[in-house]
Protein backbone atom coordinates (compact mmCIF):
# COMPACT_ATOMS: atom_id res chain seq x y z
CA UNK A 1 0.00 0.00 0.00
CA UNK A 2 1.29 3.87 -0.75
CA UNK A 3 1.37 5.90 1.85
CA UNK A 4 2.74 9.46 1.75
CA UNK A 5 2.54 11.27 5.03
CA UNK A 6 3.42 15.02 5.08
CA UNK A 7 4.92 16.82 8.24
CA UNK A 8 3.43 20.18 7.83
CA UNK A 9 6.23 23.13 8.17
CA UNK A 10 4.90 24.87 11.29
CA UNK A 11 6.36 28.74 12.04
CA UNK A 12 7.34 29.76 15.16
CA UNK A 13 4.51 31.70 16.57
CA UNK A 14 5.41 35.63 17.19
CA UNK A 15 5.55 37.08 20.25
CA UNK A 16 6.55 40.45 19.70
CA UNK A 17 4.34 43.59 18.68
CA UNK A 18 4.60 42.95 14.60
CA UNK A 19 2.42 42.95 11.83
CA UNK A 20 1.25 38.90 11.15
CA UNK A 21 1.26 37.54 7.77
CA UNK A 22 -1.90 36.76 6.31
CA UNK A 23 -4.43 34.38 7.47
CA UNK A 24 -7.51 34.19 9.45
CA UNK A 25 -8.68 35.94 12.45
CA UNK A 26 -11.73 34.63 14.55
CA UNK A 27 -13.39 33.59 17.93
CA UNK A 28 -13.16 36.74 19.52
CA UNK A 29 -13.13 37.62 23.50
CA UNK A 30 -13.01 41.09 24.77
CA UNK A 31 -11.97 42.36 27.71
CA UNK A 32 -14.48 43.17 30.81
CA UNK A 33 -13.76 46.75 30.10
CA UNK A 34 -14.02 46.35 26.39
CA UNK A 35 -10.28 47.79 25.75
CA UNK A 36 -8.79 44.84 24.33
CA UNK A 37 -9.52 42.20 22.41
CA UNK A 38 -7.96 38.38 22.28
CA UNK A 39 -8.53 36.30 19.73
CA UNK A 40 -7.16 33.18 17.75
CA UNK A 41 -5.19 34.05 14.06
CA UNK A 42 -3.95 30.89 12.52
CA UNK A 43 -1.37 34.26 10.53
CA UNK A 44 1.62 32.55 12.21
CA UNK A 45 0.61 28.98 10.76
CA UNK A 46 -1.33 27.59 13.49
CA UNK A 47 -4.12 29.16 15.57
CA UNK A 48 -3.24 30.84 18.29
CA UNK A 49 -3.87 33.78 20.69
CA UNK A 50 -3.32 37.67 19.83
CA UNK A 51 -4.81 41.02 22.01
CA UNK A 52 -5.21 43.73 20.22
CA UNK A 53 -6.66 46.88 21.96
CA UNK A 54 -9.57 48.28 19.94
CA UNK A 55 -8.10 51.46 18.54
CA UNK A 56 -4.32 49.82 18.26
CA UNK A 57 -2.83 49.46 14.65
CA UNK A 58 -1.10 46.12 15.81
CA UNK A 59 -1.31 43.28 18.05
CA UNK A 60 0.78 41.14 20.37
CA UNK A 61 0.69 36.96 20.28
CA UNK A 62 0.92 35.21 23.75
CA UNK A 63 3.35 32.61 23.97
CA UNK A 64 0.51 29.30 24.14
CA UNK A 65 2.71 26.80 23.32
CA UNK A 66 3.44 25.15 19.74
CA UNK A 67 -0.12 23.01 20.16
CA UNK A 68 -3.43 24.64 18.50
CA UNK A 69 -5.27 26.98 20.06
CA UNK A 70 -9.35 26.02 19.85
CA UNK A 71 -10.76 28.99 22.03
CA UNK A 72 -9.86 31.77 24.03
CA UNK A 73 -11.94 33.30 27.04
CA UNK A 74 -11.05 36.34 29.01
CA UNK A 75 -12.29 35.74 33.10
CA UNK A 76 -14.33 38.89 34.19
CA UNK A 77 -11.86 39.84 37.05
CA UNK A 78 -9.63 40.72 33.71
CA UNK A 79 -6.29 38.94 35.15
CA UNK A 80 -6.94 35.71 33.16
CA UNK A 81 -7.26 34.34 29.88
CA UNK A 82 -8.03 30.57 29.41
CA UNK A 83 -7.19 28.57 26.26
CA UNK A 84 -8.60 25.15 24.56
CA UNK A 85 -5.71 23.73 23.41
CA UNK A 86 -5.82 20.51 21.19
CA UNK A 87 -2.56 18.45 21.13
CA UNK A 88 -1.22 16.74 18.43
CA UNK A 89 -4.46 18.49 16.63
CA UNK A 90 -6.43 14.81 18.30
CA UNK A 91 -10.28 15.89 19.51
CA UNK A 92 -8.76 15.34 23.07
CA UNK A 93 -8.47 18.86 24.23
CA UNK A 94 -6.89 20.75 27.52
CA UNK A 95 -7.58 23.69 29.25
CA UNK A 96 -4.76 26.42 29.83
CA UNK A 97 -4.69 29.29 31.87
CA UNK A 98 -2.40 32.50 31.48
CA UNK A 99 -2.43 36.49 32.33
CA UNK A 100 -3.05 38.98 29.91
CA UNK A 101 0.40 39.71 29.92
CA UNK A 102 1.78 35.99 28.82
CA UNK A 103 2.88 34.43 32.09
CA UNK A 104 2.03 32.27 34.62
CA UNK A 105 1.06 29.60 31.78
CA UNK A 106 -0.33 26.53 33.08
CA UNK A 107 -2.58 24.12 32.57
CA UNK A 108 -5.46 23.01 34.83
CA UNK A 109 -8.04 20.79 32.75
CA UNK A 110 -8.05 17.92 30.78
CA UNK A 111 -5.02 15.61 31.87
CA UNK A 112 -4.37 13.07 30.71
CA UNK A 113 -7.23 10.69 28.42
CA UNK A 114 -10.06 13.72 29.86
CA UNK A 115 -11.18 15.93 27.14
CA UNK A 116 -11.79 19.55 28.67
CA UNK A 117 -14.26 21.90 27.23
CA UNK A 118 -14.70 25.13 28.82
CA UNK A 119 -18.38 26.68 29.68
CA UNK A 120 -17.86 30.11 30.76
CA UNK A 121 -16.49 31.99 34.37
CA UNK A 122 -18.51 32.56 37.23
CA UNK A 123 -19.17 36.46 37.25
CA UNK A 124 -16.88 38.81 39.02
CA UNK A 125 -13.62 36.23 39.85
CA UNK A 126 -11.54 33.89 38.21
CA UNK A 127 -13.63 30.39 38.90
CA UNK A 128 -14.02 28.28 35.29
CA UNK A 129 -16.95 26.15 34.79
CA UNK A 130 -15.68 23.12 32.90
CA UNK A 131 -16.76 20.27 31.18
CA UNK A 132 -14.51 17.19 31.27
CA UNK A 133 -15.42 13.95 29.19
CA UNK A 134 -13.60 10.09 29.26
CA UNK A 135 -16.34 7.87 29.15
CA UNK A 136 -18.71 9.83 30.85
CA UNK A 137 -19.05 13.48 31.20
CA UNK A 138 -17.94 15.67 34.14
CA UNK A 139 -18.82 18.68 35.79
CA UNK A 140 -16.18 20.55 37.09
CA UNK A 141 -15.10 23.96 38.94
CA UNK A 142 -11.88 25.06 38.43
CA UNK A 143 -9.96 27.96 40.30
CA UNK A 144 -7.53 29.44 37.51
CA UNK A 145 -5.40 31.18 39.90
CA UNK A 146 -4.99 28.07 42.87
CA UNK A 147 -5.71 24.93 39.82
CA UNK A 148 -8.30 23.61 42.79
CA UNK A 149 -11.12 21.53 41.75
CA UNK A 150 -14.42 21.11 42.43
CA UNK A 151 -16.91 18.25 40.81
CA UNK A 152 -20.32 18.54 40.54
CA UNK A 153 -22.06 16.28 38.58
CA UNK A 154 -21.04 12.64 36.68
CA UNK A 155 -22.82 11.00 34.25
CA UNK A 156 -22.81 9.71 30.22
CA UNK A 157 -23.37 12.92 27.73
CA UNK A 158 -23.37 15.38 30.24
CA UNK A 159 -21.90 19.04 29.76
CA UNK A 160 -21.81 21.93 31.78
CA UNK A 161 -23.50 24.85 30.71
CA UNK A 162 -23.95 27.00 32.86
CA UNK A 163 -23.48 27.94 37.52
CA UNK A 164 -25.47 30.33 39.27
CA UNK A 165 -23.37 33.14 40.70
CA UNK A 166 -23.34 31.55 43.97
CA UNK A 167 -22.42 28.26 42.73
CA UNK A 168 -25.96 26.90 43.83
CA UNK A 169 -26.93 25.44 40.78
CA UNK A 170 -25.69 24.59 37.63
CA UNK A 171 -27.52 23.68 34.01
CA UNK A 172 -26.58 20.88 32.47
CA UNK A 173 -26.95 19.35 28.73
CA UNK A 174 -27.68 15.70 28.65
CA UNK A 175 -28.23 13.26 25.70
CA UNK A 176 -27.20 12.44 22.31
CA UNK A 177 -26.77 14.35 19.17
CA UNK A 178 -30.16 15.80 18.05
CA UNK A 179 -31.60 14.40 21.10
CA UNK A 180 -30.76 16.69 24.14
CA UNK A 181 -32.49 18.16 26.87
CA UNK A 182 -31.76 20.19 29.71
CA UNK A 183 -31.38 19.35 33.54
CA UNK A 184 -31.20 21.52 36.86
CA UNK A 185 -28.63 20.36 39.45
CA UNK A 186 -29.05 21.57 42.35
CA UNK A 187 -25.38 21.76 43.96
CA UNK A 188 -25.88 21.01 47.73
CA UNK A 189 -27.98 18.05 47.32
CA UNK A 190 -27.00 16.68 44.02
CA UNK A 191 -30.60 16.39 42.90
CA UNK A 192 -30.99 17.12 39.32
CA UNK A 193 -34.66 17.39 37.42
CA UNK A 194 -35.11 17.98 33.23
CA UNK A 195 -36.25 21.40 32.55
CA UNK A 196 -38.47 21.65 29.76
CA UNK A 197 -40.87 18.55 28.85
CA UNK A 198 -40.19 15.54 26.70
CA UNK A 199 -42.22 16.71 23.77
CA UNK A 200 -40.20 13.30 22.22
CA UNK A 201 -39.10 15.35 18.94
CA UNK A 202 -35.94 18.19 18.80
CA UNK A 203 -33.00 19.60 20.76
CA UNK A 204 -32.00 21.58 23.38
CA UNK A 205 -28.54 22.73 23.13
CA UNK A 206 -27.76 26.34 24.98
CA UNK A 207 -29.05 27.24 27.93
CA UNK A 208 -28.02 30.29 30.59
CA UNK A 209 -29.11 32.02 34.12
CA UNK A 210 -31.05 34.92 34.18
CA UNK A 211 -29.70 37.03 37.02
CA UNK A 212 -30.65 35.49 40.49
CA UNK A 213 -30.91 32.30 38.91
CA UNK A 214 -35.00 32.49 38.79
CA UNK A 215 -35.52 31.43 35.04
CA UNK A 216 -33.42 29.80 32.67
CA UNK A 217 -33.01 30.75 29.02
CA UNK A 218 -32.70 28.10 26.38
CA UNK A 219 -32.32 27.35 22.35
CA UNK A 220 -34.44 24.70 21.65
CA UNK A 221 -36.32 23.23 18.88
CA UNK A 222 -38.31 21.02 20.89
CA UNK A 223 -41.58 23.36 20.40
CA UNK A 224 -41.50 24.08 16.72
CA UNK A 225 -39.70 23.66 13.86
CA UNK A 226 -36.67 26.11 13.72
CA UNK A 227 -34.90 26.61 17.13
CA UNK A 228 -36.23 29.68 18.89
CA UNK A 229 -35.24 31.52 21.98
CA UNK A 230 -37.67 30.61 25.23
CA UNK A 231 -37.75 31.12 28.68
CA UNK A 232 -38.29 28.67 31.56
CA UNK A 233 -39.66 29.90 35.39
CA UNK A 234 -37.67 27.86 37.88
CA UNK A 235 -40.18 29.40 40.89
CA UNK A 236 -43.40 28.07 38.25
CA UNK A 237 -41.98 24.97 36.63
CA UNK A 238 -45.75 24.02 36.11
CA UNK A 239 -45.98 26.70 33.52
CA UNK A 240 -45.16 26.27 30.18
CA UNK A 241 -41.78 28.09 28.66
CA UNK A 242 -42.14 31.31 26.95
CA UNK A 243 -41.41 32.54 23.75
CA UNK A 244 -38.85 35.26 23.62
CA UNK A 245 -37.45 35.15 19.65
CA UNK A 246 -38.62 33.39 17.35
CA UNK A 247 -38.69 33.61 13.07
CA UNK A 248 -40.67 32.05 10.84
CA UNK A 249 -37.76 32.55 7.95
CA UNK A 250 -34.84 31.80 10.04
CA UNK A 251 -33.78 29.62 12.65
CA UNK A 252 -32.22 30.52 15.58
CA UNK A 253 -27.99 29.49 16.09
CA UNK A 254 -26.51 31.15 18.43
CA UNK A 255 -27.24 33.32 21.56
CA UNK A 256 -24.84 35.50 23.44
CA UNK A 257 -25.69 36.97 26.35
CA UNK A 258 -24.65 40.21 28.31
CA UNK A 259 -22.62 39.52 31.78
CA UNK A 260 -25.99 41.21 33.28
CA UNK A 261 -28.31 39.02 31.45
CA UNK A 262 -29.57 42.08 30.25
CA UNK A 263 -29.22 42.44 26.48
CA UNK A 264 -28.89 39.44 23.59
CA UNK A 265 -27.36 39.20 20.63
CA UNK A 266 -28.98 37.00 17.99
CA UNK A 267 -27.41 34.68 15.38
CA UNK A 268 -30.11 34.04 12.89
CA UNK A 269 -29.97 31.68 9.90
CA UNK A 270 -31.45 32.56 6.95
CA UNK A 271 -32.77 30.12 4.21
CA UNK A 272 -29.62 28.75 2.75
CA UNK A 273 -27.13 29.90 4.78
CA UNK A 274 -27.02 33.53 5.37
CA UNK A 275 -26.50 35.17 8.64
CA UNK A 276 -28.73 38.00 10.72
CA UNK A 277 -28.00 39.48 13.75
CA UNK A 278 -30.31 40.87 16.15
CA UNK A 279 -30.00 42.65 19.53
CA UNK A 280 -32.68 41.68 22.39
CA UNK A 281 -33.42 43.79 25.20
CA UNK A 282 -34.44 40.89 27.71
CA UNK A 283 -36.27 42.96 30.21
CA UNK A 284 -38.67 44.75 27.22
CA UNK A 285 -38.50 42.24 25.07
CA UNK A 286 -37.89 44.74 22.07
CA UNK A 287 -35.52 42.98 19.29
CA UNK A 288 -33.53 45.47 16.73
CA UNK A 289 -31.88 44.03 13.70
CA UNK A 290 -28.30 44.92 13.13
CA UNK A 291 -26.81 45.37 10.18
CA UNK A 292 -24.28 41.89 9.36
CA UNK A 293 -20.52 42.80 8.70
CA UNK A 294 -20.31 39.61 6.60
CA UNK A 295 -22.51 36.62 4.73
CA UNK A 296 -21.55 34.58 7.10
CA UNK A 297 -21.28 35.11 11.40
CA UNK A 298 -20.70 33.20 14.76
CA UNK A 299 -18.26 33.45 17.87
CA UNK A 300 -20.69 36.48 18.92
CA UNK A 301 -19.63 37.42 22.61
CA UNK A 302 -20.25 40.91 24.66
CA UNK A 303 -17.68 42.49 26.96
CA UNK A 304 -18.33 42.14 30.52
CA UNK A 305 -20.80 45.44 30.52
CA UNK A 306 -22.43 44.74 27.17
CA UNK A 307 -21.10 48.06 25.45
CA UNK A 308 -19.24 46.17 22.97
CA UNK A 309 -20.01 43.28 21.25
CA UNK A 310 -17.04 41.14 18.97
CA UNK A 311 -18.23 38.92 16.36
CA UNK A 312 -16.56 36.69 13.50
CA UNK A 313 -17.46 37.20 10.00
CA UNK A 314 -16.60 36.20 7.11
CA UNK A 315 -17.67 35.61 3.17
CA UNK A 316 -16.93 33.72 -0.24
CA UNK A 317 -14.28 36.15 -1.10
CA UNK A 318 -12.91 37.45 2.46
CA UNK A 319 -11.65 35.27 5.42
CA UNK A 320 -12.93 35.03 8.94
CA UNK A 321 -12.19 38.31 10.76
CA UNK A 322 -13.04 39.98 13.63
CA UNK A 323 -15.62 42.54 14.06
CA UNK A 324 -16.78 45.31 17.08
CA UNK A 325 -20.41 45.99 17.38
CA UNK A 326 -21.48 48.77 19.58
CA UNK A 327 -24.97 48.15 20.82
CA UNK A 328 -26.49 51.11 20.96
CA UNK A 329 -25.63 52.33 17.38
CA UNK A 330 -25.87 49.06 16.21
CA UNK A 331 -22.86 50.09 14.28
CA UNK A 332 -20.17 47.50 12.69
CA UNK A 333 -16.61 48.19 12.21
CA UNK A 334 -13.17 45.64 12.03
CA UNK A 335 -11.07 45.19 14.69
CA UNK A 336 -7.64 45.05 12.12
CA UNK A 337 -7.50 48.44 10.46
CA UNK A 338 -6.72 46.73 7.24
CA UNK A 339 -10.00 44.70 7.73
CA UNK A 340 -12.82 45.41 5.23
CA UNK A 341 -11.15 46.47 2.20
CA UNK A 342 -12.57 45.81 -1.13
CA UNK A 343 -10.50 42.82 -2.27
CA UNK A 344 -9.22 42.77 -5.99
CA UNK A 345 -11.91 41.16 -8.69
CA UNK A 346 -9.53 38.11 -8.81
CA UNK A 347 -9.87 36.94 -5.56
CA UNK A 348 -12.61 34.54 -6.22
CA UNK A 349 -16.22 33.86 -7.37
CA UNK A 350 -19.34 34.25 -5.48
CA UNK A 351 -22.14 31.14 -5.33
CA UNK A 352 -25.66 31.28 -6.36
CA UNK A 353 -28.23 29.34 -4.33
CA UNK A 354 -29.67 26.24 -6.02
CA UNK A 355 -33.05 24.80 -5.19
CA UNK A 356 -33.59 21.46 -6.53
CA UNK A 357 -35.40 18.17 -5.48
CA UNK A 358 -34.56 14.82 -4.09
CA UNK A 359 -35.68 11.28 -5.87
CA UNK A 360 -38.86 11.47 -3.14
CA UNK A 361 -39.96 14.55 -3.17
CA UNK A 362 -37.84 16.19 -0.86
CA UNK A 363 -36.72 20.04 -1.47
CA UNK A 364 -33.12 20.34 -1.76
CA UNK A 365 -30.71 22.99 -2.04
CA UNK A 366 -26.97 23.88 -2.41
CA UNK A 367 -24.40 26.42 -3.40
CA UNK A 368 -23.14 26.88 -7.03
CA UNK A 369 -19.78 27.51 -7.62
CA UNK A 370 -19.20 28.66 -11.50
CA UNK A 371 -15.86 29.06 -13.61
CA UNK A 372 -15.93 32.20 -16.41
CA UNK A 373 -16.98 30.79 -19.68
CA UNK A 374 -19.87 29.05 -20.91
CA UNK A 375 -20.51 25.82 -19.32
CA UNK A 376 -20.90 23.05 -19.32
CA UNK A 377 -17.57 22.18 -17.10
CA UNK A 378 -15.58 19.41 -15.19
CA UNK A 379 -18.34 20.05 -12.14
CA UNK A 380 -17.20 18.60 -8.51
CA UNK A 381 -20.11 17.69 -5.72
CA UNK A 382 -18.83 18.90 -2.41
CA UNK A 383 -20.26 17.42 0.64
CA UNK A 384 -20.22 18.62 4.07
CA UNK A 385 -19.11 17.08 7.25
CA UNK A 386 -21.30 16.66 10.45
CA UNK A 387 -24.37 15.69 9.02
CA UNK A 388 -25.58 18.15 11.18
CA UNK A 389 -23.45 20.92 9.79
CA UNK A 390 -24.74 23.27 6.57
CA UNK A 391 -22.81 24.15 3.91
CA UNK A 392 -23.29 28.30 3.86
CA UNK A 393 -21.57 31.03 1.73
CA UNK A 394 -18.69 31.35 3.62
CA UNK A 395 -14.76 31.54 2.82
CA UNK A 396 -13.77 28.34 1.55
CA UNK A 397 -10.46 28.26 -0.17
CA UNK A 398 -10.73 25.09 -2.13
CA UNK A 399 -13.60 25.52 -4.21
CA UNK A 400 -12.40 28.99 -5.37
CA UNK A 401 -8.47 26.70 -6.25
CA UNK A 402 -11.25 24.43 -8.01
CA UNK A 403 -13.19 26.98 -10.26
CA UNK A 404 -9.79 28.63 -10.87
CA UNK A 405 -8.88 25.53 -12.68
CA UNK A 406 -12.07 25.53 -14.54
CA UNK A 407 -13.79 23.26 -12.54
CA UNK A 408 -17.78 24.18 -11.36
CA UNK A 409 -18.56 23.43 -7.29
CA UNK A 410 -21.89 22.27 -5.70
CA UNK A 411 -22.03 22.13 -2.34
CA UNK A 412 -25.45 20.73 -1.04
CA UNK A 413 -27.52 20.76 1.97
CA UNK A 414 -28.71 17.23 1.76
CA UNK A 415 -30.77 15.98 4.14
CA UNK A 416 -29.39 16.10 7.86
CA UNK A 417 -27.94 19.26 7.20
CA UNK A 418 -28.71 22.10 9.64
CA UNK A 419 -30.40 25.41 9.33
CA UNK A 420 -33.44 24.05 7.93
CA UNK A 421 -35.55 22.74 10.61
CA UNK A 422 -35.95 20.42 12.75
CA UNK A 423 -37.69 17.49 10.28
CA UNK A 424 -34.78 18.19 7.83
CA UNK A 425 -32.10 17.63 10.53
CA UNK A 426 -33.50 14.43 11.80
CA UNK A 427 -34.26 13.10 8.28
CA UNK A 428 -31.04 11.10 7.95
CA UNK A 429 -31.30 9.36 11.13
CA UNK A 430 -30.88 5.13 11.16
CA UNK A 431 -32.21 4.06 8.05
CA UNK A 432 -32.82 7.70 6.86
CA UNK A 433 -29.09 7.64 5.37
CA UNK A 434 -30.16 6.03 2.79
CA UNK A 435 -32.13 8.73 1.41
CA UNK A 436 -28.98 10.72 2.01
CA UNK A 437 -27.22 9.36 -0.39
CA UNK A 438 -29.67 9.30 -3.03
CA UNK A 439 -29.68 12.66 -2.93
CA UNK A 440 -26.41 12.79 -3.88
CA UNK A 441 -27.27 11.13 -7.03
CA UNK A 442 -30.03 13.60 -7.66
CA UNK A 443 -27.94 16.71 -7.11
CA UNK A 444 -26.04 14.90 -9.65
CA UNK A 445 -28.52 14.70 -12.46
CA UNK A 446 -29.74 17.90 -11.37
CA UNK A 447 -26.38 19.67 -12.56
CA UNK A 448 -26.59 17.19 -15.90
CA UNK A 449 -30.12 17.93 -16.75
CA UNK A 450 -29.42 22.10 -16.23
CA UNK A 451 -26.40 21.65 -18.66
CA UNK A 452 -23.93 22.62 -15.65
CA UNK A 453 -22.47 19.08 -15.73
CA UNK A 454 -22.35 16.54 -18.54
CA UNK A 455 -21.54 12.70 -17.84
CA UNK A 456 -18.08 11.62 -16.89
CA UNK A 457 -17.31 14.84 -15.47
CA UNK A 458 -18.46 14.54 -12.63
CA UNK A 459 -16.52 14.22 -8.86
CA UNK A 460 -17.22 14.28 -5.23
CA UNK A 461 -15.14 15.25 -2.56
CA UNK A 462 -16.14 15.65 1.49
CA UNK A 463 -14.62 15.49 4.44
CA UNK A 464 -15.70 13.82 7.92
CA UNK A 465 -19.17 12.69 6.95
CA UNK A 466 -18.83 13.97 3.57
CA UNK A 467 -16.27 11.76 3.19
CA UNK A 468 -18.29 8.72 4.30
CA UNK A 469 -21.05 10.35 2.23
CA UNK A 470 -18.61 10.33 -1.23
CA UNK A 471 -17.63 6.27 -0.32
CA UNK A 472 -21.53 5.46 0.14
CA UNK A 473 -22.15 7.45 -2.99
CA UNK A 474 -19.35 5.59 -4.93
CA UNK A 475 -20.19 2.21 -4.18
CA UNK A 476 -23.62 2.50 -4.37
CA UNK A 477 -24.01 4.52 -7.81
CA UNK A 478 -21.46 3.10 -9.83
CA UNK A 479 -20.68 4.87 -13.00
CA UNK A 480 -22.45 8.51 -11.53
CA UNK A 481 -18.75 9.84 -11.09
CA UNK A 482 -15.55 9.67 -12.51
CA UNK A 483 -13.32 10.54 -9.40
CA UNK A 484 -13.64 11.09 -5.38
CA UNK A 485 -11.76 12.29 -2.51
CA UNK A 486 -12.28 11.06 0.34
CA UNK A 487 -11.09 13.18 3.77
CA UNK A 488 -11.14 11.64 7.38
CA UNK A 489 -14.66 9.68 6.26
CA UNK A 490 -16.20 6.88 7.95
CA UNK A 491 -15.83 3.49 6.36
CA UNK A 492 -16.87 0.91 8.44
CA UNK A 493 -19.29 1.58 11.07
CA UNK A 494 -18.34 -1.32 13.07
CA UNK A 495 -14.60 -0.55 12.86
CA UNK A 496 -15.57 3.33 13.48
CA UNK A 497 -17.78 2.85 16.67
CA UNK A 498 -14.83 0.10 17.91
CA UNK A 499 -12.30 2.63 17.47
CA UNK A 500 -13.20 6.16 17.89
CA UNK A 501 -13.34 8.15 21.43
CA UNK A 502 -16.46 6.73 23.87
CA UNK A 503 -18.07 10.12 23.96
CA UNK A 504 -18.23 10.44 20.16
CA UNK A 505 -19.43 6.65 19.93
CA UNK A 506 -21.81 7.29 22.47
CA UNK A 507 -23.09 10.68 20.91
CA UNK A 508 -23.77 8.92 17.48
CA UNK A 509 -25.76 6.12 18.44
CA UNK A 510 -28.96 8.58 17.50
CA UNK A 511 -27.62 9.68 14.28
CA UNK A 512 -26.19 6.29 12.81
CA UNK A 513 -27.88 3.60 14.93
CA UNK A 514 -26.89 1.26 17.78
CA UNK A 515 -23.78 -0.53 16.92
CA UNK A 516 -25.59 -3.93 18.42
CA UNK A 517 -29.11 -3.27 17.82
CA UNK A 518 -28.46 -1.83 14.52
CA UNK A 519 -25.80 -3.84 13.42
CA UNK A 520 -27.40 -5.17 10.23
CA UNK A 521 -28.68 -1.44 9.18
CA UNK A 522 -25.12 -0.34 9.59
CA UNK A 523 -23.38 -3.15 7.55
CA UNK A 524 -25.14 -2.39 4.90
CA UNK A 525 -24.63 1.41 5.02
CA UNK A 526 -21.02 0.95 5.24
CA UNK A 527 -19.14 1.64 2.23
CA UNK A 528 -16.52 -1.34 2.78
CA UNK A 529 -19.85 -4.18 2.77
CA UNK A 530 -19.63 -3.00 -1.49
CA UNK A 531 -16.65 -1.74 -1.86
CA UNK A 532 -15.71 -4.05 -4.74
CA UNK A 533 -18.56 -1.96 -6.87
CA UNK A 534 -15.73 1.38 -6.15
CA UNK A 535 -13.88 1.37 -9.66
CA UNK A 536 -12.95 5.22 -10.28
CA UNK A 537 -9.86 7.04 -8.45
CA UNK A 538 -10.03 7.88 -4.92
CA UNK A 539 -7.62 10.16 -2.91
CA UNK A 540 -7.96 9.28 1.06
CA UNK A 541 -6.66 11.69 3.05
CA UNK A 542 -6.42 11.64 6.78
CA UNK A 543 -5.12 13.20 9.56
CA UNK A 544 -2.17 10.95 11.61
CA UNK A 545 -3.54 11.50 15.16
CA UNK A 546 -7.29 11.52 14.18
CA UNK A 547 -9.40 9.41 17.11
CA UNK A 548 -12.83 10.89 15.62
CA UNK A 549 -12.36 9.06 12.76
CA UNK A 550 -9.85 7.01 13.31
CA UNK A 551 -6.95 6.81 10.69
CA UNK A 552 -8.20 2.88 10.04
CA UNK A 553 -11.39 4.20 8.18
CA UNK A 554 -9.09 5.09 5.57
CA UNK A 555 -6.43 2.77 5.50
CA UNK A 556 -8.89 -0.20 4.85
CA UNK A 557 -10.22 1.64 1.87
CA UNK A 558 -6.60 2.26 0.44
CA UNK A 559 -6.34 -1.36 1.06
CA UNK A 560 -8.76 -3.18 -0.57
CA UNK A 561 -8.32 -0.77 -3.52
CA UNK A 562 -4.44 -1.42 -3.84
CA UNK A 563 -5.71 -5.10 -3.75
CA UNK A 564 -8.40 -4.80 -7.25
CA UNK A 565 -5.37 -2.00 -8.43
CA UNK A 566 -7.87 0.48 -7.84
CA UNK A 567 -5.89 3.93 -8.97
CA UNK A 568 -5.91 5.21 -5.55
CA UNK A 569 -3.63 8.19 -3.01
CA UNK A 570 -3.72 8.11 0.62
CA UNK A 571 -2.43 11.04 2.15
CA UNK A 572 -1.69 10.98 5.77
CA UNK A 573 -0.75 14.66 7.46
CA UNK A 574 1.33 14.39 10.31
CA UNK A 575 0.83 16.39 13.51
CA UNK A 576 -3.00 16.71 12.51
CA UNK A 577 -6.15 15.44 14.17
CA UNK A 578 -9.76 15.09 12.66
CA UNK A 579 -9.22 19.14 11.62
CA UNK A 580 -6.59 20.07 9.98
CA UNK A 581 -5.59 23.02 11.61
CA UNK A 582 -2.06 24.41 10.68
CA UNK A 583 -2.43 26.22 7.62
CA UNK A 584 0.53 24.32 5.38
CA UNK A 585 -1.36 21.26 6.30
CA UNK A 586 -4.63 22.97 4.97
CA UNK A 587 -2.79 23.81 1.82
CA UNK A 588 -1.29 20.32 1.27
CA UNK A 589 -4.89 18.99 1.44
CA UNK A 590 -6.48 21.70 -0.85
CA UNK A 591 -3.46 21.18 -3.39
CA UNK A 592 -3.97 17.22 -3.39
CA UNK A 593 -7.19 17.73 -3.60
CA UNK A 594 -7.63 20.48 -6.24
CA UNK A 595 -5.03 18.37 -8.67
CA UNK A 596 -6.42 15.09 -8.36
CA UNK A 597 -9.85 16.21 -9.46
CA UNK A 598 -8.33 18.62 -11.91
CA UNK A 599 -6.44 15.92 -13.76
CA UNK A 600 -8.72 12.81 -13.40
CA UNK A 601 -11.85 14.69 -14.51
CA UNK A 602 -9.71 16.55 -17.12
CA UNK A 603 -8.64 12.75 -18.08
CA UNK A 604 -12.25 11.35 -18.28
CA UNK A 605 -13.37 14.21 -20.34
CA UNK A 606 -10.64 13.68 -22.94
CA UNK A 607 -11.21 9.92 -23.12
CA UNK A 608 -14.84 10.34 -23.68
CA UNK A 609 -15.21 13.21 -26.39
Same mark, same amino acid.
Request: net charge negative.
Given at each position: MSVRTEAPRRTARRRTAVAPPPGEDFA?????????????? /???? $??????????????????????????? #???????? @??? =????????? %????? @????????????????? #?????????????????? !?AERGAAVLVDAGTGQRRVLAEDDLLTLLDVTPDGGAALLRRGPRNARWLELLDVTTGERRRLL?? $??????????????????? *???? &?????????RVDLTRPALPPTRLAARPDAELEHVALSADRRRAALLWNTYGGRSELSLLDLA?? %??????????????? =?????? /?????? &?????????????????? !???????????APPDDRGVAPQLVDLRAHDGMPLSGWLYRPTGPGPWPTAISLHGGPEAQERPGHNPLFQALVAQGVAVFAPNVRGSSGFGRSFVAADN??????????????????? /???? &???????????????? @??? &??????????? *???????????? %?????TEPWIAAAAVSKYGDPVRDAALLRDLSPMTRIDQLDVPVLLIHGANDTNVPTGESAQVARALAAREVPYGHLVLAGEGHDFLARDSAETARTATTGWLTRHLAATAATRR
Open positions: PAPSPDGRRVAYLS /DRAG $TPGVWVRDVDAAEAVALPCGDEPVLAV #SWSPDGRW @LAC =VVAPGGAPR %TELWV @LRPDGTQRRQVAGFGRR #SAALAGWLPGGALLAVTE !TPD $TGQGSTDQGWFTPGGASVL *ARTD &AFSELAALVSG %TQRAVAAPGEVLDGA =VFAADG /DLLCVT &AQGPVRPREVWLVDPTAG !TPRPLRPDTGVLAGRYGAIADVAACAEHLV /DSGV &AVPGRLGCLGRSYGGY @LVL &AVLVNFPGLFA *AGVAECGISDFR %TFYAG
